[in-house]
């Protein structure tokens, strides 16, 4: 079982920035891809970014020029730098493990509180 653990979270005002960090037991080279989710109240969990093995990003429309999601295989870690953060980027953060095609590890989330 692969653990991740994310830290980096906290209190910011509009306009600030923070950067979150993913932890994983595994070497993360292995997977197929590491992911940033969030889930704000009374909404589902949604895709923020994704990066894969060989470095490939994707991001949600509504983060795309703000968030910037990196890799550092060495440290088995996955970063989030969000810059420019609003009031609805309010949510706990969740990264996620592509460990396999069948499996998926998830952490237990991290909150980012945003203030206007």
């Known amino acids: 079982q692969v653990q991740v653990v994310e830290s980096g979270g906290g209190l910011v005002q509009a306009g600030g920035s923070l950067r979150l960090s993913c932890a994983t037991s595994?070497?993360?080279?292995?997977?197929?891809?590491m992911g940033w989710y969030r889930q704000a109240p009374g909404k589902q969990r949604e895709l923020v970014a994704t990066?894969?093995?060989?470095?490939?990003?994707n991001y949600a429309d509504s983060v795309k020029d703000r968030f910037t999601i990196s890799r550092d295989n060495a440290k088995n870690a996955v970063y989030l730098q969000m810059n420019s953060l609003k009031p609805e980027d309010t949510a706990v953060y969740y990264c996620?493990?592509?460990?396999?095609?069948?499996?998926?590890?998830w952490g237990q989330g991290t909150q980012v509180t945003v203030s206007s």
């Open positions: 990066i894969t093995r060989d470095g490939s990003t």
């Open positions: 996620k493990a592509k460990v396999s095609v069948w499996s998926d590890s």
């Open positions: 595994g070497s993360i080279f292995s997977f197929a891809y």
